[in-house]
């Protein structure tokens, strides 16, 4: 075990984690912490844009820019929040700018921008163009420029290292964070950072669900870590669904295709969201789309011999219009489907995509112990916290944003706090867990394997928690939960090695999403209402006298070891908008 | 233990449009394994499957690690070729797992994986990348400006931001410079990424570091190595025309002009 000691340390370097960085290094000696090389973060998966009230081809205004993250979210948001969200877009997609991200331009030579479901001109009058974007390869243009100016600042990285546990030291009856643990995937050492602040960006948890756009790789270690060291998780129920994910696989091809003039077709040929949404039509909210896709293919207008998906039809585009805006999505198509987007129509279906709930934050990304108690030293931003600017639905391009706003103020938050504040002591033997739980598989022999548990929990949460939910499904869906946590203790892992041990790693992640599928499915039996992306098929209907607040849980360990999950609720901020009913 | 068999039904999709019906066919990866834990050599191993042909080199990778042999190592995340992480020679040739069907490989034959050449293997299919992105980190990969910051955007015609597009589509996989013969017999050659990375700041007019990257490159492991092979040009899952920018390159180091 070796012992390394800095200021701020980081976790994660995705579009989050490097942002912070940029600002920390400027200001602490900081360590980045990450599990893959900073450029293969998936970030750089996003495809359709940023959201930022520029003005620079209509008119627009950040006023407006809120009020559609708060509609999007169907009034879960907490409002100050959004309101900083918005503000702030301008000068975050400024900064990239200046950092020498290449946007798309106008004639004129500023900075272009393209429309976006759900962001509106005057509180829902009109579409309005606000996404500023690089081609269909916004998110790789956001990381490589942000991993581009960590080169310049000489950000100091940790490569391939998984950070495992996180270091908590109760100081004069004050929960303080003290560091984290972390495994070196090269060598099969466990290193213990101390440090003054620690900062998760470790993104996404998709990795639970079958069909998803998320990478391998979004297992959710951030979250989970912090929960098991008794913190809560909040708004974990609300999870959104893309409508449009290539059938079966998951790969997402951006909104932006419907933005172009892409429509929705059933097995009849029919445009269906005509029926469902008459007047946004393709371009409704993603959950909507989502739902609708579904409901047809449940009442059997689903295409294919097992009718289980329906189709994104290109073909009335010209080539021309698709080879310059959608080069990247065009080319999944050809690659992964071996179908010709210009003469044939994509199946598709809606894909697990984004995670709204996380890590409680406040807006300096302080992570919270409870509804309002701040953990010193310890902050979270980007797609792994729950600031709230999403509340049940994020808004395409909120969150390329949320990680550029959010990443620079906790990276400031936190820097500016290590450089006052004091290390707080380790725990005794603070390795312990972690050095336990590679023991422990390392040398297991049971008769479970990691791949047949991790296929169980991806269909049952496909089945059960997905875009139509009732009791009875989320109830299946924590029994076979409980069954395969159960089943998990017996895992055993075929690679004994130190060296490069993937196999044990994939074994840590599983367990790290069996934790989170079950807060997600218990957070959602408690919810008896339908709100963004959660659809409750026996509660239809949004319940603002019951549900118009914040979930929080926490895990429970009785005396006798047993594991349980506690709910608590927490208030909405709300500032200027009453909560509407959500009409698109 | 689930086989590669029994996965079969329920996975046999429903011919689509664009699609031959095509069956489960039985295929031989042979894949080059090193571990030094177990041994100082290297050696080929065989693994036969029962898979789509529709599937992804990268879907057959996970068949063997997740069901024949856990110890099977390579990278890899976003398994749709945006991430960088599974460059790997398939056949000879260097590609991305996740971007490579099955069927376009001659499945008939054993198609052969191992790691890309040039850079260390450590285990398996993973190499240390290090070098690699030490090279990218020397041509100064970032925006250089002088002069006070303008208070809004800087701004760019839409010609010049379309001088550089191309050379912006990498997401250093590494697949060019670890089929460059010339990186093969010399590892201090910067290597064709390196080059596309410095080529996308020397062409992009808000930049003000051109000449001190064309110093970098104009040194003896530079630019002048590269033998115009166009084995990186082939070799760039992202269609980018890597010889081009070298040549550019080139060209802007003789005439100074950018
Ligand atoms: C296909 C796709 C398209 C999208 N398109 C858009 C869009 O157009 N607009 C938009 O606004 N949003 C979009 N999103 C959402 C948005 O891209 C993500 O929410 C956002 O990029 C997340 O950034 P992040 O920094 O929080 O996490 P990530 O970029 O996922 O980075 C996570 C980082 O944490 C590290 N990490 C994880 N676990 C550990 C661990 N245990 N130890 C150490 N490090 C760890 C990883 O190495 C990685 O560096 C899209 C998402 C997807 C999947
Ligand atoms: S130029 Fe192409 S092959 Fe080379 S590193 Fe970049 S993406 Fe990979
Ligand atoms: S896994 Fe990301 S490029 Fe292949």
Redesign the pocket.
Same mark, same amino acid.
């Given at each position: 075990m070796k012992i390394h000691k800095y200021d701020t340390v980081i976790? !994660?370097?995705?579009? +989050? &984690?490097?942002r912070a960085a940029i600002e920390a290094t400027k200001r602490s000696r900081t360590a980045v912490?990450?599990?893959?090389y900073?450029t293969? =973060?998936? *970030?750089?998966?996003?495809?359709? !844009?940023? +959201?930022a009230a520029l003005a620079n081809v209509e008119e627009d205004n950040w006023e407006w820019h809120t009020f559609d993250t708060v509609k999007g979210g169907d009034y879960l948001v907490d409002q100050d929040a959004a309101e900083i969200l918005a503000k702030e877009a301008i000068d975050s997609v400024l900064d990239l700018e200046k950092m020498g991200l290449p946007f798309n331009r106008t004639p004129d030579g500023t900075i272009d921008q393209r429309r976006f479901g759900g962001h509106s001109r005057n509180h829902g009058e009109a579409p309005v163009r606000r996404s500023c974007y690089a081609a269909d390869r916004? !998110?790789h243009m956001?990381?490589q420029t942000l991993y581009q100016n960590c080169v310049k600042e000489g950000v100091e990285f940790f490569n391939e290292?998984?950070?495992?546990d996180q270091l908590i030291t109760e100081v004069d009856g004050v929960k303080k964070s003290a560091g984290v643990v +972390?495994y070196e995937l090269a060598t099969g050492e466990i290193h213990v950072f101390q440090a003054k602040a620690v900062i998760y +960006? =470790? &993104?996404?948890c &998709?990795k639970f669900f079958k069909v998803t =756009? #998320?990478?391998h790789? /979004? *297992?959710g $270690?951030?979250q989970a870590?912090v929960y098991r060291r008794g913190l809560p998780l909040e708004d974990m129920e609300f999870f959104q669904f893309h409508p449009t994910g290539i059938w079966r696989m998951g790969? /997402?091809l *951006?909104e932006g295709a419907r933005g172009e003039g892409g429509i929705l077709r059933n097995k009849d040929g029919e445009r269906f969201m005509e029926k469902y949404a008459p007047v946004m039509k393709d371009l409704a909210s993603r959950d909507v789309v989502s739902r609708s896709i579904y409901t047809e293919i449940r009442e059997g207008r689903g295409c294919g011999p097992e009718g289980d998906h329906v189709y994104l039809d290109l073909t009335h585009l010209p080539p021309e219009q698709l080879d310059a805006k959608l080069p990247d999505i065009t080319e999944f198509a050809r690659t992964y489907l071996g179908i010709e987007p210009y003469t044939d129509p994509i199946p598709i279906q809606p894909t697990a995509?984004?995670a709204m709930g996380g890590i409680p934050t406040n807006v300096e990304g302080e992570v919270l112990s409870d509804n309002t108690t701040v953990v010193p030293g310890l902050y979270a931003?980007?797609?792994?916290a729950c600031v709230s600017v999403h509340g049940a639905n994020r808004l &395409?391009? #909120? =969150? /390329?944003? $949320?990680?550029n706003v959010f !990443?620079r103020r906790a990276g400031i938050a936190a820097a500016e706090y290590s450089a006052t504040a004091d290390f707080v002591e380790l725990p005794e033997d603070p390795a312990k867990l972690v050095e336990e739980q590679v023991e422990r598989l390392r040398n297991a022999t049971g008769s479970e394997r990691v791949t047949e548990i991790r296929k169980e929990l991806q269909e049952t949460m496909d089945a059960n928690v997905m875009v139509f939910r009732t009791e009875q499904t989320i109830k299946t869906a924590v029994e076979k939960i409980g069954e395969l946590r159960e089943r998990y203790l017996n895992v055993s892992i075929q690679d004994k090695g130190k060296r490069f041990n993937t196999d044990l790693l994939e074994a840590i992640e599983l367990g790290n999403l069996l934790d989170l599928a079950e807060v997600m499915a218990v957070s959602a039996l408690a919810r008896k209402e339908s709100r963004g992306g959660h659809y409750r098929e026996d509660y239809p209907n949004r319940d603002d006298v019951n549900f118009m607040r914040h979930t929080m849980a926490y895990r429970e360990v009785g005396d006798d070891g047993t594991e349980s999950i506690r709910l608590d609720y927490k208030p909405v901020v709300q500032t200027r908008y009453q909560p509407m009913e959500r009409k698109y | 233990m689930a086989t590669p068999t029994l996965e079969k039904a329920d996975e046999a999709g429903a011919p689509e449009p664009g699609f031959a019906d095509s069956p489960y066919i039985t295929v031989t990866f042979r894949i080059r394994r090193f571990n030094p834990e177990v041994s100082e050599e290297a050696s080929w191993q065989d693994f036969q499957l029962e898979i789509d042909p529709k599937e992804r080199v990268l879907d057959a990778l996970h068949k063997i690690k997740w069901e024949l042999d856990g110890s099977l190592t390579f990278r890899r995340s976003c398994a749709h070729g945006i991430c960088g992480s599974d460059a790997m020679r398939i056949n000879g040739r260097n590609r991305l797992a996740c971007k490579t069907l099955i069927k376009d490989i001659n499945p008939e034959k054993p198609i052969t994986v191992e790691a890309i050449k040039g850079l260390t293997v450590m285990k398996d299919l993973v190499v240390d990348m290090e070098p690699f992105f030490q090279a990218y980190r020397d041509v100064m990969p970032f925006l250089i400006t002088t002069g006070n910051e303008p208070t809004r955007e800087r701004r760019q015609s839409a010609e010049d931001r379309e001088r550089f597009d191309d050379t912006t589509k990498c997401i250093l996989c590494a697949a060019c410079t670890s089929s460059c013969p010339v990186f093969w017999n010399d590892g201090q050659y910067f290597g064709p990424a390196a080059i596309v990375n410095a080529h996308r700041f020397i062409f992009d007019s808000r930049d003000e570091g051109g000449e001190q990257r064309l110093e970098i490159l104009n040194d003896k492991d530079g630019v002048w190595r590269c033998r115009t092979t166009f084995n990186c040009s082939e070799a760039c899952p992202r269609g980018i025309e890597v010889t081009k920018a070298i040549q550019e390159v080139k060209r802007a180091l003789i005439t100074r002009r950018f």
């Open positions: 976790v !994660g370097a995705g579009g +989050a &984690g490097m912490l990450t599990k893959l900073p293969r =973060s998936h *970030t750089g998966a996003a495809q359709g !844009g940023m +959201a916004t !998110g956001i990381l290292f998984y950070v495992l +972390a +960006a =470790s &993104g996404g &998709g =756009s #998320n990478a790789t /979004l *297992t $270690d951030g870590a790969i /997402l *951006t995509h984004y931003a980007g797609e792994v &395409g391009t #909120n =969150s /390329l944003l $949320d990680i !990443g | -």
